[in-house]
Structures are given as C-alpha cells and as structure tokens.
C-alpha cells in the first residue's frame, strides 16, 4: 500500500512514523480499556471493593476521555499535536504507575482519571494529525485504518490479561504491559517534525457553535449517549457478568472485539449500501438482540450472543462520528469532539449505575435463596437486561431519523454552500 501524502506538507514530515505512532498511541487506549475489564475482578478482591465502588473506578476512565478530548479540540489548532501527545504520554506514563502502586480505593480513582485524560489526547490529535498528512479516499482509508487498532488492540489486550491471569500472574504485571505502546509511541513521536493544521472556514469556533445548535445535532447528541453505553458498559463489565456463566469472559471481550476490528477495516461498502442510518438502526437491533442473549444465555450460546453484540455495536462510534463530519460539516472538529465527548461521559455516569444494579441483584438475588456462582450469574444476568432498555430507545430513535434522512441528500464535505442547506429535524 503506498497512501497518497498530502503534497502540500513539509517534506520533512515523516506521515509513515507519525502513522505508526497514532496507531500505538491508540493501542495504548484499548490496552488500558481492555486489562482494566480483566483484572477488575482481582481489584475488587485486594482492596475489597463493592461492584458499585468498581462501577466509579471505571468511570474515572470515562470522565478524563471526555475531557481531554474537548480540550483538546477547542486548542489543537493553537498549540499543535505534539504538545497534546507529550500531554497524553505523562498522563498514560503516571496513570500506569499510580494503578500498579495503588494504596486503595482513592488512588485507583486518580490514576484511572490519568489514564483516561491520556486516552482522550489521543483521540483529539491523532483524528486531525492524520487528516493532515493524507488527502482524498486515502484520507478516510487512513483513518479507518487507525479506529482499527481500538478493538483490535482490545482483542490482544483482553487474550493478554486471560493468559497471565490464568498463569496466576498478579494484575500489577498486566498493567505493566499498558507501559509497552506507551513508550513505544514516545519513541516513534519523538523528534519528529508535525504536519501544521490546514485552516479551513470549519475551523471557525462561531460557524461551529452555530452548527452544533441545530435540532440534528442535537438529536445525534442525545443518541450518542446511548450508542456509547450500549457499547461499552456490556464490554466493561464482561468480566465480571459473565465470570460465573460457563464462557470464558476475556475470550468473549476478544471476540467481539476481533470482530469489530474486522467490521470496521471492511466496513465501507457496507455504509455505502445501507446509508448511515441504515446501519445505525440496524446496529441498534442488532445490539438488542445481542445483550438480550447474553442476559439469558450460558456456556456456548455466550459466544453466540458474543457474535450478534458484536455486530450490533460495530459501526456505532465511526458512524456517529462520520454522520456529525458528512450531515453536519459546519460543527468542524469540534462537532466530531463533542459527540465523542458526550459519548465517553455517558458511559462514565453509567458506570457505577451499572454497579449499583448488580449490587442491588445481589441481594434481591440471594432472598432468593441462590448463594454462590448461581448467585453471581442471576444478578449479572438480570442487569444485563435492564441494559436492553439503551439500544431499545435507539430502535425507535433511529427508526425516526432513517425516514426523515432516506430522501435528503447529504453535503459534500468541505462544500459550505451546501452545508448550510444541512437538513433540519
């Protein structure tokens, strides 16, 4: 594959190295996402955590994504990538120490918020340093491309963490392997000359806040919300729901993530043929159908739940994203920033939710009579089903927004004039 370069750069750019080191800044991001899942039930053990104290830990994570990520948005026009990686490289390198040198619940918190503000400066430079340095399809190949690497990067973090754990390794050493792409990324990153940010008429702060108050974006920012949690609070909490169920968790995490990966690399005539919001809605059912079977299901039919989740949430975040930057071009990459922003955050609020519904199942469960493993499984298994309610509203959400899109016709990108003519709700 030779990527066509975006020939007005400098040609002392490096857009290959710089390439590479997004996509193991990235890794980085579903390392920490991914042994994080894994280890959280150890966690719970050492430090005698609640699942609802578990629920605020991970929702650390969720808290610092969102916020780098619109900071970073609103400043990378004024101080560059570079000095927003070196940010997220401090934040991963002291978020990794703090975890495995933890004295208890408070600390886990901080170092998990560090974490997490690393994951969020990935995302805000690596998005725009890409498309700089890249032109045309190749442009949107390229960046296809680098949103691989987040379930791919989950599939070798999550098959990682069941080895060592089942090893009997403790979780310190798996959160030294998150230190690996770290400093791999820093090495790739260091010294090296940054493409500068082409200004365009999106980049205007004013035209993007106008765009962003229009009742679509509004719209796509509510059904973000949902589409982030429906995807990520099953995922997070696998290890945990599912430990009791006869399947192992880590290689149900590895396999909706390995098909996700393989979803998005080969994802493009799918979106072309079924529209953006045919493949939200059906996505949506999909995502349904999936949680609904993991909330009934045990020993192998896990992995068939495994497989419809998986294609339920594949194309959920790349195609919000792309239906903020393709219907609503004038938000820029604010826009883009927001939408994920409020999706990081609403996962982060449903966290210790989550936590606090299994915890609630617990001892509804056990006046039941059930103790034990029989226990653990029926309250997973029943907070599993309260998550349908998220991708059910998104069925009727996206139900709506399928007849009112089919027979308007999408602006161009970059074409102002027809951006402004951007349908209406």
Not at 328 to 347: E, K
Request: net charge positive; aromatic share 12%.
């Amino acid at each position: 594959m030779n990527p066509t370069i975006d020939r007005s750069i400098s040609s002392a750019v490096n857009p290959s190295r710089l390439f590479l080191a997004s996509c193991f800044a990235l890794i980085t991001t579903a390392f920490s996402f991914s042994i994080r899942a894994g280890i959280l039930p150890q966690l719970g053990n050492d430090f005698g955590l609640s699942a609802e104290q578990l629920g605020f830990i991970n929702s650390m994570w969720f808290v610092g994504f969102p916020i780098a990520m619109i900071v970073g948005g609103l400043v990378y026009h004024s101080v560059g990538p570079k000095v927003i990686m070196s940010v997220a490289f401090v934040a991963h390198t002291l978020g990794i120490l703090l975890t495995i040198y933890a004295g208890g619940y408070s600390t886990l918190l901080i170092s998990t918020l560090l974490i997490g503000i690393g994951n969020g400066c990935t995302e805000a430079a690596c998005n725009p340093l890409i498309a700089d340095m890249y032109s045309g399809s190749t442009m949107n190949k390229m960046l296809n491309r680098f949103h691989m690497w987040f379930p791919g990067g989950i599939v070798v973090g999550s098959l990682i963490s069941k080895f060592m754990t089942d090893a009997g390794l403790p979780w310190q050493a798996q959160i030294w392997i998150i230190m690996i792409p770290t400093l791999i990324y820093a090495f790739l990153y260091f010294g090296q000359v940054f493409p500068k940010p082409r200004v365009e008429g999106v980049t205007s702060l004013a035209k993007n806040f106008q765009a962003m108050l229009t009742p679509l974006y509004l719209f796509i920012f509510c059904c973000m919300a949902l589409t982030a949690i429906s995807e990520f609070g099953p995922q997070q909490w696998v290890g945990l729901i599912m430990s009791k169920s006869g399947a192992s968790p880590m290689l149900i995490l590895a396999l909706v993530t390995g098909l996700m990966a393989v979803g998005r690399y080969f994802g493009g005539p799918i979106i072309h043929r079924l529209d953006q919001t045919g493949v939200l809605l059906g996505g949506s059912i999909f995502a349904t159908l999936g949680i609904y079977l993991f909330s009934t299901q045990t020993g192998g039919m896990a992995y068939v739940a495994a497989v419809f989740f998986a294609i339920g949430v594949c194309y959920f975040w790349p195609t919000m994203i792309g239906f903020v930057a393709e219907r609503i071009p004038l938000s820029g990459a604010l826009g883009m920033s927001i939408v994920g922003g409020v999706g990081m955050f609403s996962t982060s609020i449903f966290q210790p939710i989550i936590g606090r519904w299994i915890d609630a199942e617990r001892v509804e469960k056990a006046s039941a009579s059930l103790s034990g493993d029989a226990l653990e499984l029926a309250a997973g298994q029943a907070t599993l089903a309260k998550m349908t309610t998220f991708p059910i509203i998104l069925i009727v959400a996206f139900t709506f927004l399928f007849f009112w899109m089919r027979n308007r016709k999408s602006p161009g990108h970059g074409n102002e004039s027809a951006a402004l003519k951007q349908p209406q709700l």
